[in-house]
């Protein structure tokens, strides 16, 4: 008995060095940690601005582009970095920032020239990337960057002064896509744009976010309102391009929204392709339809983007084409042809059954200005009307959170009070 109790603990002895030897060649797998899905760490709400860089509304600064140029690039960095740093003390988390404002590109393109914005000249090098420059201040910051485009402005007016400048790129590469794609031009209240109607513009809009996706890290791509953009005094003539591509439609109204349906499925398939990770969203105008035109559309009398921009959003929604809608509730909770609380809720019924995030675009340009219809911007310097906006976003579960439009207005005297409300509420 003995001795097999000897020998026992001798094979045990051995296999125990075995078994250390082997470890330290090994260590042993740590079991992988099931998390259940209620432990998961929630995505951070959306504390967004949009950057407006058209007509240098927001950046950069106008006295920049009469600098000589060393001076003008400091002046507009430091203006940038300045920004970023107020936004990041207001508890800003991203940055919407139009890269593309028209016809031309504030990033290096080899298919849009440069934007005069920078300059004053279309098409000359401002001797340095604003785009890369915002992408690597912003990320330092811990800010994410959208790049925000209008897809079928080309200029802002019809000026002979503007289409001199356009005429000119044709000595530069890129030129404007004026002199490389003269057929596709109309005019549309009263500025010169694309024609949406036309396949090849669909395939141009296209490369243009593809190439922005190959060159630069940004978090986002967004489209503004701007689809078919006319006005009673200056229509979108498109009766050509309508009985070449629309005769299987029963009428021009809906051939255009099956454009820019069209189009919104193009550009998502491609950034799915290239970038899955970036997300694809889009910032129509708050109203979709009006319940006095469709049952399923808002209780509403405002000017619907079905209707006027040839957009259903609604359709992009379901159909899973977008990754958020940003839609602009730019009115308060009094204002009875557009309430806000009503387009919020009705927003949130739209998004809820499918897997689009949605984000509440806020009117903080009209806080604190005067209004004869809209009071309620300036009770209390606006600040109950924005506190009120913002809870009802915070309160309802499908709303993801909140874009403020527009960056600027963070810097405006009347905007003191509710600028010190946004850095109680969202500041660190």
């Known amino acids: 008995m003995a001795v097999r109790t000897g020998i026992a603990r001798w094979i045990m002895m051995m296999l125990c060095i075995a078994t250390i030897a082997g470890c330290s060649h090994k260590p042993p797998e740590k079991p992988v940690p099931v998390i259940p899905p ?26 920049s582009v009469r600098a000589a140029p060393q001076q003008r690039i400091e002046m507009q960095k430091r203006a940038m970095t300045d920004k970023l740093d107020n936004l990041v003390r207001l508890g800003v988390n991203t ?12 990033y290096h393109s080899a298919i849009l020239p440069w934007s005069e914005v920078l300059t004053g000249t279309v098409g000359e090098d401002p001797g340095y990337d604003p785009l890369a ?9 811990g800010l994410k960057v959208h790049a925000w485009l209008n897809p079928y402005r080309v200029t802002m007016n019809t000026r002979p002064a503007t289409v001199a400048a356009l005429e000119h790129t044709r000595y530069n590469s890129p030129s404007s896509v004026w002199v490389t794609h003269r057929d596709w031009i109309r005019i549309a209240s009263d500025r010169y744009v694309l ?17 922005l996706l190959e ?26 391009t309508w009985r070449r591509y629309g005769q299987a439609y029963a009428d021009k109204a809906s051939w255009r929204r099956n454009n820019t349906l069209l189009l919104i499925k193009q550009v998502s398939t491609a950034i799915k392709a290239k970038k899955p990770a970036v997300e694809f969203g889009v910032s ?5 339809r009006n319940q006095s035109d469709d049952p399923r559309g808002s209780d ?3 000017a619907a983007a079905y209707d006027q921009a040839s957009a259903d959003t609604r359709q992009w929604v379901a159909l899973g084409l ?10 308060p909770f009094s204002r009875e042809v557009a309430r806000y609380d009503e387009l919020a809720r009705w927003w949130a019924r739209v998004v809820k059954p499918t897997h689009t995030r949605l984000y509440i675009g806020v009117a903080l340009y009209k806080v604190g200005t005067p209004s004869r219809t809209e009071p309620d911007w300036t009770i209390e310097e606006g600040v109950p009307e924005l506190k009120r906006q913002l809870d009802l976003n915070d309160k309802v579960p499908e709303i993801s959170g909140t874009i403020l439009f527009r960056e600027d207005y963070l810097n405006q005297p009347q905007n003191a009070a509710a600028v010190n409300y946004l850095r109680s509420r969202w500041g660190h």
Do not use: C
Request: charged share 20%; aromatic share 14%; proline share 10%.
């Open 38 to 63: 209620t432990a998961e760490k929630a995505p951070q709400p959306m504390r967004g601005v949009w950057l407006t860089t058209v007509s240098r509304l927001d950046w950069p600064p106008v006295a």
């Open 300 to 302: 509403t009398r405002g």
């Open 195 to 211: 024609d949406p109607g036309l396949p090849e513009v669909r395939d141009w809009i296209t490369s243009v976010v593809t190439e």
């Open 284 to 288: 129509p105008a708050g109203v979709w």
């Open 215 to 240: 060159r630069y890290n940004v978090d986002g791509i967004q489209f503004d309102d701007y689809f078919y953009y006319e006005t009673p005094q200056s229509p979108l003539d498109d009766t050509q």
């Open 322 to 331: 977008l990754d958020y809608i940003a839609p602009q509730l730019y009115w």
């Open 133 to 141: 420059f915002v992408l690597q201040e912003a990320h330092k910051r």
């Open 95 to 106: 940055v919407f920032f139009q890269v593309k404002p028209d016809g031309t590109a504030l």
